[in-house]
DNA sequence: TAGTTATATCGGATTATTCATATATGCATT
DNA sequence: AATGCATATATGAATAATCCGATATAACTA
């Protein structure tokens, strides 16, 4: 899947890893995210497959710039993936939930703890997406060049991160005070 | 992560990795599912570290059962995991928004016809949580022996799958017609 | 009688993820 | 002056997850 995300930055310009690392970091992050050496390695099994083509730049005193641009058979395999369309939802993997659904014997106690603590997170996600974000993402519009439809599909994402994060904290406040009425049931 | 979860339902009771396979499409799914092959190899690794044993059950007409049993420092491994506090969010991975996101510049069309079909899945999704699972539920309730406790931190990750699919839709409602409303602009 | 579902386990190949390493600059802090 | 930390750039190794399928047999269904 990584891979299709490299091409759909790679189709607005050439990049490095590094640049791709950072522009995902400050637009995808919070649906979809990669750490640098996946990155290179996605990068390396797309220009065997012929989807990119690297040119070097060569720099004294850093590391080599390796700058990969999408090749028409990219842009073909990125349309043609983006024209599919999803016949299942995308799984979640939740370890916050796992955790709560296995806490039942012993560490009833622990389970409040880490929903507190979870809250805090969530809470600091939503604030984020709320002032940081908007930032970050005019700086995208300007280096990506981006239109009218990309903005509007771009907020998009965005809203769609509030969302979660709003419905998160509502369900962790719910849970957070069912556990704690039962305990209290409990010990009277 | 898996052999946590593995750990978890092996602590309620011993189980083949058949087993647990079909306990975790009743009732972890949603939130953390896993491959047949990937519970057996995870529970080759939990043996050979000594959290699980293993014994072999002949049958004649089917292959052997191996029946998994948690072990004393398999339970402390569960015991303190469940007792650490996650520092971090669980990071999302969502196809979905990926796609919206690179849909800018050629696919405007496709995307519409991407987010309705999704709309139908999670539509589906929402429908299976209010029918189905309470049933299965009550089949592992009693597959497990549930207490009180298991039964209020199961039901709490079951509201949360209704939440999280409820979101959903209504950011699929919202960016649907927002994008409908920008393509009638834009051809007028 | 052919096809599907259920029971039961495992191997191999491919991808993904995390952690560590290399190298060189500049900036801030002690 | 020395130390550490952030930035810039890339890669390797180890572990984890996923996908695809092989192997058995029995029972049910069309």
New interface residues.
């Given amino acids: 899947?990584l891979k299709?995300?490299l091409l759909?930055f790679l189709?607005y310009r050439p990049l490095t890893g590094y640049d791709l690392k950072r522009i995902m970091d400050s637009?995808?992050t919070?649906?979809?995210?990669a750490d640098l050496s996946q990155i290179y390695k996605t990068l390396k099994t797309l220009e065997t497959e012929g989807a990119i083509v690297a040119t070097i730049e060569p720099q004294s005193e850093r590391p080599d710039k390796k700058i990969y641009t999408i090749t028409e058979p990219g842009r073909s395999v990125?349309?043609k993936?983006?024209?599919t369309?999803?016949?299942?939802?995308?799984?979640?993997?939740?370890?916050?939930?796992?955790?709560?659904?296995?806490?039942?014997?012993?560490?009833?106690k622990?389970?409040l703890?880490?929903l507190r603590?979870?809250r805090e997170?969530?809470q600091l996600?939503l604030s984020k997406y709320e002032e940081q974000i908007p930032i970050e993402m005019a700086t995208n519009i300007e280096l990506m060049q981006?239109?009218?439809?990309?903005?509007?599909?771009?907020e998009?994402?965005r809203?769609?991160g509030i969302?979660?994060e709003?419905?998160y904290l509502?369900?962790l406040d719910?849970?957070i005070e069912?556990?704690e009425t039962?305990f209290q049931e409990r010990t009277c």
Same sequence: chains 1, 2.
């Fill in positions: 899947m299709y995300a759909g189709n637009s995808t919070n649906f979809w995210h990125l349309e993936w983006l024209g369309p999803l016949t299942e939802t995308s799984p979640l993997k939740e370890v916050l939930l796992l955790k709560v659904f296995f806490s039942g014997g012993s560490n009833s622990h389970v703890t880490q603590l979870q997170l969530h996600q981006a239109g009218a439809n990309d903005v509007l599909l771009w998009a994402t809203r769609a969302l979660y709003e419905m509502r369900w719910e849970t069912r556990i039962q």
